[in-house]
């Protein structure tokens, strides 16, 4: 007698198109084969990292005490110290997911790297960081993290001319994402007329989800309890649902069709942000709410784990939803939630995050390479 069939949700999700990545990276992770493990048991085919996950894992074990000694003994800067630090573990993701790079020709088994978040008012500063981290890293699954603010428009594009594969990250509003995936093309469009192959070039679009709904949540207590109790924990979702439909109609434009012809392959929606901050939510609604084919979700493990321990494939949840999510915003409009001032300051207070969290691990790494100086240990 045969036994019964496991029940694995990630791998349903998996089979509904979504490609299920993971939002952190550490040395620990890496040197333990945990991250082998994930991409074997739990069907794992990217890895997302941040300021604030390198910051986590600095101030976690004792991994990187030898590298740093060796910084120190160099006598390396801080900055140079946390380059050095980041990439190599990134490329050290790399090579673990390089398999699945292959595999999949190059649609997953990729590892995302940000550039240093204080430039990200600044384009030229930031397509320069991008190519020093794709020269730094050295490896084809690579993805720079660029923040999709006005003035990252032009990097994008830079970049994506110059055969850099982006992650463009940070992205909260309908229209900033249908301006990134304009820089997307217009970046392609140049990368061709120089020469290169465009199946070589790879992007995803990181469209922000819980910080949303955690806004909009606090403004509509504000507004009064007639709006709260039937509007909140909706507006994440309709968001980024309609951020799906504009990816559909822009697959079928004759702009979009042309480059595909060339051997471009789409930009994909990825839905980041993705661990509920709500604690009355449930753990694994934005996996649930948005299934689809052709995206991508980076999960924190606690989501990851929660989604394979009881979370529910159920399909498609995105495609025929854009009316109702259409009317949901339209409903928070007559509440009195202005949609744009809310993602506005989303974005600045994402990348002042961001920024902190440099800041943390700078100074972590500062104060590790004085504690390791030769002189110190003398």
Partial sequence: MTSPTKHDPLAELSALGVAIWLDDLSRELLAGGELEALIKDRHVVGVTTNPTIFASALSKGDRYDAQLRELADRGASAEAAVLAVTTDDVRSACDV?????????????????????????????????????????????????????????????????????????????????????????????????????????????????????????????RAGPGHAASLRGQAAVANARLAYQAFGELSTSQRWQALARLGARPQRPLWASTGVKNPAYPDTMYVTDLAAPGTVNTMPGTTLAAFADHGRAVGDTISGSYHDAARLLGELKAAGIDFDDVTDQLEREGLAKFEASWAELTATIAAELERNHPDARA
């Fill in 97 to 221: 997911l390089a398999p699945v790079y292959d595999r999949t020709a190059g649609l997953d088994g990729c590892v995302s790297i940000e550039v240093d978040p204080r430039l990200a008012r600044d384009a030229d500063a930031t397509i320069k960081m991008a190519r020093r981290l794709r020269d730094t890293v050295g490896r084809d699954n690579l993805f720079v993290k660029i923040p999709g603010t006005r003035e990252g428009l032009a990097a994008i594009t830079q970049a994506i001319s110059e055969g850099i594969s982006v992650n463009v990250t940070l992205i909260f509003s309908l229209e900033r994402y249908r301006a990134v995936t304009d820089a997307y093309l217009t970046g392609l469009e140049r990368a061709s007329e120089a020469g290169l192959e465009l199946a070589g070039i790879r992007s995803v679009a990181s469209f922000f989800v819980s910080r949303v709904d955690t806004e909009v949540d606090a403004r509509l207590d």
